[in-house]
């Protein structure tokens, strides 16, 4: 199965974890959540990361998301991980993007649940006025 870091400013991560884990069910293991803030240090913030990717790190691969490119948590991940062998990182992680994660993190391989986590998450945000609009529009 594959595993996941969320690492995020503050405790967003701990909240989409939750989120997500309401919507899909529990995840008993393999997902850490890393979270940034300005009571930490920078090596402190490392030491978790470092951390979590040892523990995680296994033969179906690990996923980190962040919230944002080019924020703290993801500047501070992805030297970890660049060179890395079955570690990939996806940014500007949402709700959509956890539960798909959830849902087929054993089925999938680490490629292909990328592909799918990343198309899920650009789906997932819409202009719900329109998209209502463009549908009663398709009813006429």
Do not use: C
Not at 27 to 54: D, F, H, W, Y
Not at 105 to 125: F, H, M
Request: hydrophobic share 45%.
């Amino acid at each position: 199965m594959i595993n996941f870091i969320v690492v995020t400013h503050g405790e967003f991560g701990a909240y989409l974890v939750e989120a997500a884990e309401g919507i899909v069910g529990r995840q008993a293991q393999g997902v850490r959540v890393v979270a940034t803030s300005s009571r930490l240090s920078v090596p402190e913030i490392r030491a978790k990361l470092q951390r979590a990717l040892r523990e995680l790190s296994g033969p179906d691969g690990v996923v980190l998301f962040t919230d944002m490119p080019g924020g703290t948590p993801n500047n501070l991940a992805f030297p970890m991980i660049k060179d890395a062998r079955d570690v990939e990182m996806v940014s500007g992680v949402n709700l959509y993007m956890m539960v798909s994660a959830f849902s087929h993190r054993a089925t999938l391989p680490l490629p292909r649940l990328v592909e799918k986590i990343v198309a899920d998450g650009q789906k997932s945000i819409r202009d719900i006025r329109q998209m209502y609009m463009l549908a009663a529009a398709g009813e006429r």
